[in-house]
């Protein structure tokens, strides 16, 4: 098969041939019909995952077609259409039997612990307890999104953040899944305070309904005492969902008595710890959470969400390119995140 494969850090990853997945005896191989280009791609390229072996194929969020199962699956067979949470759980630890298979103390990551889906195969681990069906309905392109961005934003809004009718959300970066959590905290009836450095991000958050945008170059030291007047004292619920010590620390300050923080872009320890403000964290008693994906279990109510119109992760997609575009895209990543999400393709045109 064709799959973008890189052999160092932070050097250009190249398409080529490797040999095709085979299924382990849980697994699956998928056919990818959609894959996300996503920041975490971008964190696992520069070496910022202590996860990640040498050759390495990244790809995390995607959708596609079941092509091979192992002989220990029994729900699924070849030709389901299918999506997966980039969270892979083992389905038997002390975290899958509570539920909590996002937090897995085995899980694989496809992309992070073995090859992932920028190649036209993929192979997925305990296919039983991961795989989520792909209503007729939805695309490919639109689902591919639905397994990291979206899923992480949905759970960090409505699970662990508790969105509220009414309530006052920041969000934090206005990427992929800042876009998404600001769709869904606005779908969940609450008032959404968006904030990021780009112009062409803030007006795709406004599209989605947030009401208020800071632009945050005007704010370098942090965006919070913005976010703080425009709510009249602050957000009930704040999101860092681009992940730096700045976005993290002003996320916190965002807050009102009470409030609740939830971190979900990822601060990897190679670039050093963020410090958050734990003063202010006692004194207006604050909560600070993590939010981790989402379990394929848990995909349902988002599911009938997209389902029914509410949410339009369809709308987030603003490229779509081929396999061959995806090296030059995964290292633009790091200095130009991008508006919006770009899908690849294995299979498909270029479309943008
Ligand atoms: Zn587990
Ligand atoms: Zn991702």
Known sequence: MR???????????????????????????????ATGLCRSDWHGWMGHDPDITLPHVPGHELAGVVEAVGAGVVNWRPGDRVTVPFVCACGRCEACAAGAQQVCERQTQPGFTH?????????????????VALPQELSSATAAALGCRFATAFRAVAGQGRVAPGEWVAVHGCGGVGLSAVMIA???GARVVAVD??????????GFGAVECVDASAHPEGADGAVRELTGGGAHL????????????????????HGRHV?????????????????????LELEILGSHGMAAHDYRPMMDMVRAGTLRPDLLVTATIPLA????????????????????????ERRD
């Open 238 to 257: 704040s999101i860092d969902a681009l992940g730096s010590p700045v976005t993290c620390a002003a996320s916190v300050r965002s807050l009102r008595r």
């Open 325 to 348: 575009a995806a090296p030059a895209a995964l290292a633009a990543m790091g200095a130009a995140p991008g508006a919006g999400v770009t899908i690849i393709e294995p299979y498909g």
């Open 3 to 33: 799959a973008v494969v890189f052999e160092e850090f932070g050097q250009e990853a190249r398409l080529r041939e490797v040999p095709d997945p085979v299924p382990s005896a849980q697994g699956v191989v998928v056919r990818v019909e």
């Open 186 to 188: 606005v779908a969940c």
């Open 197 to 206: 450095v780009s112009a062409r991000a803030l007006e795709l958050a406004r």
């Open 115 to 131: 090859w992932g889906s920028f190649a036209e195969y993929v192979a997925l681990e305990q296919a039983d307890v991961n795989l």
């Open 263 to 283: 971190q979900v872009g990822l601060l990897p320890s190679a670039t050093g710890d963020p410090v958050v403000p734990m003063a202010r964290v006692i004194a």
